[in-house]
């Protein structure tokens, strides 16, 4: 009799010490168990389980940009098969949420013993008992409406670089943000300019309702947009209003698309 295939999981968890505990918990509890995707962010998860569509996804539910739920929700068609976990802070409002369906969760700090419950859990289940994407929209609102409110509201203006002058702009007039190594482009309709941040770091800072990732290095605002074209791939590309080039958006990515 030919041997099973080892179960393969995704770690999610933009703390990396959290996320390096979790890996060294999870590989003592399940010695057999494969890491194929350490992320730090629901971007590189999202891309990391359509590329790997592992058995299990361990996904913190506060991360910047995509949280953990929406990740998941986005799981139900990349990756339809994966068992998901959620590893949250907060306690007895998601703990109660989670019980009800068949999704499991892990508080933090995991323990060794509430791990070994979870490893039991994944073990004996299928993936066809998941939960599906109506229990997860249902838990998103729950989370949603009784999690801590961030302190600071969205911006509304940045200061960027272009050569040697600093330049005010609006985050209205911004139509995309793109990745440049340890900074970020930001690009207007007159041109473009260098913000010294990282893009991960600008998620948690925009107004998540008008700017949307589209991709783990592009952030555009929805009120750039002008099209969204879906190609026979999956993937999608996003013309612009008041620029001539145009964006593509990931395969992952269209999924959040369809959901808006």
Not at 26 to 50: F, K, M, N, T, Y
Not at 218 to 236: E, H, W
Request: net charge negative; hydrophobic share 45%.
């Amino acid at each position: 009799m030919s041997k099973l295939p080892p179960s393969t999981a995704l770690v999610a968890e933009d703390e990396a010490l959290l996320r390096q505990a979790l890996i060294d918990s999870l590989r003592s509890a399940w010695p057999q168990l494969q890491i194929v995707a350490e992320c730090e962010d629901g971007a590189e998860a999202l891309e990391a389980l359509a590329e790997h569509r592992p058995d299990i996804a361990f996904l913190d539910i506060r991360m910047p940009g995509l949280t953990g739920i929406d990740v998941a929700t986005a799981a139900a068609e990349v990756s339809p098969q994966t068992q998901i976990v959620f590893v949250t802070a907060y306690d007895q409002y998601a703990i109660d949420a989670f019980e009800q369906g068949a999704i499991d969760y892990l508080l933090k700090p995991v323990t060794p013993e509430r791990l070994a419950v979870t490893v039991q859990r994944l073990q004996q289940r299928s993936a066809a008992t998941q939960t599906g994407a109506d229990a997860l929209s249902e838990l998103a609102q729950q989370l949603a409406s009784r999690e801590p409110k961030r302190g600071a509201p969205p911006l509304t203006w940045i200061t960027a670089s272009t050569g040697r002058e600093t330049r005010l702009i609006l985050v209205d007039d911004i139509a995309y943000f793109r990745a440049d190594n340890k900074y970020t482009t930001v690009v207007t309709a007159e041109g473009e300019a260098l913000l010294r941040k990282p893009i991960r770091e600008l998620l948690d800072v925009l107004d998540a309702t008008m700017f949307k990732q589209i991709h783990r290095s592009t952030i555009v605002n929805l009120k750039a947009i002008a099209s969204i074209v879906r190609d026979d791939s999956g993937k999608g590309s996003v013309r612009l209003r008041n620029r001539p080039e145009t964006l593509t958006v990931s395969q992952p990515f269209m999924t959040l698309f369809r959901t808006m």
